[in-house]
């Protein structure tokens, strides 16, 4: 089970790459590298699902720290047939040392560092997809995938003293946007806050829930039903847990954690309280709380350079779990403890019930980019979740019109393309017709965000674009039919020049043979020879009157009518 890797960086040494820059000094404003971001969604391979994992929240709580883990735990289960379940299999499997510590020198993962200063800004991914087995193969239309592409992201900490609220919530609103699993970050335990700031940004899943259910049609309704939330699995990761029973025991710890989670994202009788957890549970597929322990008091020291001996063996033992729900095993005979652990994972991104492909997830990011981007520039607030669901909504009608056009044009080169022979127009005529049809119900297939208004808006411009596809074809047919008027002329000439030929030799055939047998005498050949090309010019010029009947008459009228409408141009004086 070997790990594809395409794109123009295979040449080069994996590496986190920046895709989201954010302005150091001031801290207020972003930018999307769209060439880098492009470089690693170009890798995934086509037809394969993309999983993104994103890893936000407070700053110096050790996000990036646990990226490095991750990275290694991939690393070191992109080839295994079986997952031993001893995690220092895959914890030592590239040494001692953990790679991204910044202080060690030059890195080969997340960049992180022991100390009280921020490191990680704006949001880097790593440069490689991980080409993942899916748990169990899942099917989307007629398509079954076996594999998922897996993105890792890290993201900017929250609340640095540094960067602007209105900057700190543009990059958890676009985690929480783009990725497909989210882990949320929080320190020592889940705290009101914390829920608080992340029901702000599923506010925007609350509206796009109502929005979406006022302006689809029935079978847009179906549909909202079946995929009521517009965010997936949102995983909160509790560091530096005290308060289990027993830290040693391992399967106690795990028991722990689900009670943990039914009393933070439980029902509340306060109304405050309610409205957060509903916006939470209504807005994610799969909300769930997983506890680490402090990972040893070495590990935060500032001298601290990623020593694997030094971290707390309860904090990997429970990590070993936590990758294996997160990313699964990779195994193709995993155990079924493994197996019932892994069920959960690899989440492949989905916008309203369907797959969303390397490309149209850039669409999407760059989308959302610049909603944000011009809400800071502008009231300097967070975006009204509408604003956010018309540019989703927006960015997915481009898709689904893309989609049909390029539907359209595959079938129609197929049949009548620049490579393909004439047809005759009232084929090509047919031929659009069914494409047309095909065209606009895969685009209302696609088509099921928003208000109604906008996807008729798309859809006439999908109708505009299939008619003017439709002209162009015809044009192109046409300048490939044979040109019945060249040829008509070419057997004229040849008609021509044969009865000036018989003329001429006509001069020199005086008088009559001596004999009415060809015996070979002068006159035998010449009165021959006229004989021959008599019957040859008579013979092209009814071919030719039989042509012109029968197949240039279309094109002898047009002649005609061009020649009748230029002598009728009046003609300008002259002095």
């Known amino acids: 089970y070997q790990r594809r890797v395409h794109g123009t960086l ?53 996000k990036s720290f646990a990226l490095d883990l991750m990275l290694r735990y991939l690393r070191s289960t992109d080839k295994a047939e079986v997952l031993s379940d001893n995690w220092k299999d895959w914890l030592y499997s590239s040494g001692d040392t953990l790679e991204g510590n910044e202080g060690a020198g030059p890195s080969n993962g997340f960049s992180w560092r022991s100390g009280r200063d921020r490191n990680t800004t704006g949001m880097w991914i790593w440069s490689d997809p991980f080409i993942r087995r899916l748990p169990t193969d899942r099917t989307e239309g007629d398509v079954t995938h076996e594999e998922v592409a897996l993105l890792l992201v890290d993201t900017q900490g929250m609340f640095d003293m540094v960067t602007s609220q209105m900057l700190t919530a543009s990059i958890f609103g676009l985690s929480t946007l783009f990725s497909s699993y989210l882990i949320y970050n929080v320190d020592k ?37 079946k995929h009521n939330h517009p965010f997936q699995t949102l995983d909160i990761l509790v560091r530096d847990w005290q308060d289990f029973e027993d830290p040693d025991d391992l399967q106690a710890c795990l028991q722990e954690m689900d009670p943990y989670m039914d009393v933070v994202l439980g029902s509340k009788s306060n109304s405050d309280l309610q409205e957060v957890r509903q916006h939470i549970n209504e807005c994610f597929e799969d909300p769930r709380v997983f506890m680490l322990p402090h990972p040893g008091e070495k590990v935060t020291r500032k001298a601290y350079m990623g020593s694997v001996d030094q971290i707390n063996p309860n904090f990997c033992g429970l990590m070993h ?90 079938a129609m080169e197929q049949q009548c393309g620049a490579k393909e022979p004439y047809m005759d127009p009232s084929l090509i005529d047919e031929l659009h017709t069914l494409q047309q049809a095909l065209a606009i119900t895969q685009f209302r297939k696609v088509a099921t965000m928003g208000q109604k208004e906008k996807i008729l808006e798309f859809q006439d411009r999908l109708q505009t674009e299939l008619d003017c596809l439709h002209t162009a074809y015809q044009e192109h047919n046409d300048n490939k039919r044979p040109d019945v ?32 047998e060809f015996d070979f005498e002068y006159l035998d050949f010449c009165f021959g020879a006229l004989e021959g090309l008599r019957d040859v010019y008579m013979t092209i010029f009814c071919f030719a009157l039989l042509t012109a009947g029968t197949k240039g008459w279309p094109q002898i009228s047009k002649a005609v009518n061009l020649l009748t409408a230029s002598s009728s141009l009046p003609k300008q004086k002259t002095l």
């Open 10 to 62: 295979t040449t080069e040494e994996a590496r986190p790459l920046q895709f989201i820059t954010v302005d150091k000094d001031k801290g207020d404003s972003f930018d999307l590298d769209e060439e880098a971001l492009t470089l690693v969604l170009n890798k995934i391979p086509d037809g394969v699902p993309v999983c993104v994992v994103s890893v936000v929240g407070a700053f110096r709580t050790g």
């Open 189 to 225: 335990r889940i705290q009101e806050d914390a829920l608080q700031h992340l029901a702000l940004f599923t506010e925007y899943g609350r509206i796009a829930l109502s929005s979406q259910a006022a302006n689809a049609d029935e079978e847009g309704k179906q549909q909202q039903l």
């Open 321 to 410: 779990h936590f990758m294996i729900r997160v990313f699964g095993t990779n195994a193709a005979n995993p155990t079924p403890d493994q197996s019932e652990m892994q069920s959960r994972s690899l989440v492949p991104k989905r916008m309203h019930g369907r797959l969303v492909s390397a490309s149209e997830l850039l669409r999407f990011i760059a989308t959302y980019v610049r909603v944000f981007k011009e809400a800071i520039r502008g009231e300097g607030v967070f975006p009204n979740a509408k604003t956010l669901l018309s540019a989703t909504a927006e960015a997915n009608n481009f898709t689904a019109l893309e989609g049909a056009l390029k539907h359209y044009r595959t």
């Open 485 to 516: 008027l060249r040829f008509i002329s070419i057997l004229m000439i040849i008609t021509g020049i044969t009865y000036v030929f018989s003329g001429v030799i006509n001069i020199f055939c005086w008088g009559y043979p001596a004999t009415p």
